[in-house]
């Protein structure tokens, strides 16, 4: 069954060269979630809805339910497996033209002068051909929370008890990153995504260049090609990033994951996505 799976995979992402390339905005509708799903990276119980992107070659799901919005990236190219594990994925979700902002994460993350190490297992050469992502998320204890702008960040430790969650996996050679954001802000968690089930927001899916490797032949300054600003170190003026009181995460400096940069030159990606959010269900007598 595992390997079925892996070959469906791999059947829509030859196939998806004909679906919208890099730069271009998706249209994906979101898949309504009956029942609570685990952020665990193996993807088990999440919506089998995929929709190839065909560059890069992933494919992505969109769920949700009355609180939350589900993503999933899974793919089993190479290149783009190592550019996930080791530069970072970031996932930013807003509301279209809204002027409330927005919330995103950015994971796995790796600190300055922490990103020359080889994962925990891995050897010599390894990275450019299959990253542990398994080893990485379990030493992965922290992540990036941006928002409610995406300069606004704060490094905060992953917690199964809070209304954000991410993780990285493996299933049968296949890359699995998920995340779950909030849709509603509350007392607990100001920064949501602004909206309601049924509503439209966009999803924007980005990587950087791993610390460490030079920028590809031909690219621009620093800060180019996709990349984020330079971290604000939680030093952001609003949001989690202006040090609000009350946040519902434990923040602290460090103890990040450092995965070396993989060989080879590995070309960042944006992916745009306009999601239209699954609405309730309609309730029976």
């Known amino acids: 069954m595992r390997e079925q799976g892996r070959i469906l995979v791999l059947a829509a992402l030859a196939a998806a060269c004909a679906v919208a390339g890099q730069g271009k905005s998706l249209e994906v509708k979101s898949t309504w979630s009956a029942a609570p799903v685990n952020v665990d990276g193996t993807g088990q119980g999440w919506s089998a809805n995929f929709v190839p992107v065909g560059d890069p070659p992933i494919l992505v799901s969109v769920e949700n339910d009355q609180q939350y919005l589900y993503v999933t990236v899974r793919t089993s190219d190479p290149k783009v497996k190592s550019q996930i594990a080791f530069g970072g994925l970031t996932v930013w979700v807003e509301v279209p033209k809204g002027d409330a902002g927005g919330i995103g994460v ?12 080889r994962p925990p297992g891995s050897s010599e ?9 398994n080893s990485i998320n379990e030493a992965s204890t922290e992540f990036e929370l941006l928002g409610p702008t995406r300069e606004d960040s704060l490094v905060v430790e992953r917690d199964p008890n809070q209304p954000v969650q991410v993780a990285i996996g493996d299933d ?5 990153y998920q995340v779950r954001l909030p849709l509603r802000p509350s007392d607990e968690h100001p920064v949501a995504v602004g909206a309601a089930a049924g509503a439209p927001v966009t999803v924007s899916l ?3 260049r791993p610390k460490g490797q030079p920028p590809p032949e031909g690219a621009g300054p620093e800060g180019s090609e996709g990349e984020r600003p330079p971290d604000s170190g939680g030093r952001g003026p609003g949001g989690y990033g202006g040090g609000m009181e009350g946040a519902p995460y434990g923040s602290r400096g460090g103890g990040h994951f ?5 060989r080879g030159d590995l070309k ?3 992916v745009g996505l306009a999601v239209t959010l699954a609405p309730a269900p309609a309730k029976t007598n």
Do not use: I, N, Y
Request: glycine letters at 22%.
């Open 172 to 176: 049968s050679g296949v890359l699995v």
């Open 268 to 270: 960042t990606f944006k």
């Open 106 to 117: 950015r994971f796995p993350m790796h600190g300055p002068g922490q990103g020359h190490s």
């Open 258 to 262: 450092g995965g070396g940069p993989p």
């Open 206 to 208: 980005d990587t950087a």
């Open 125 to 133: 050469g390894e990275s450019s051909k299959s990253p542990p992502v």
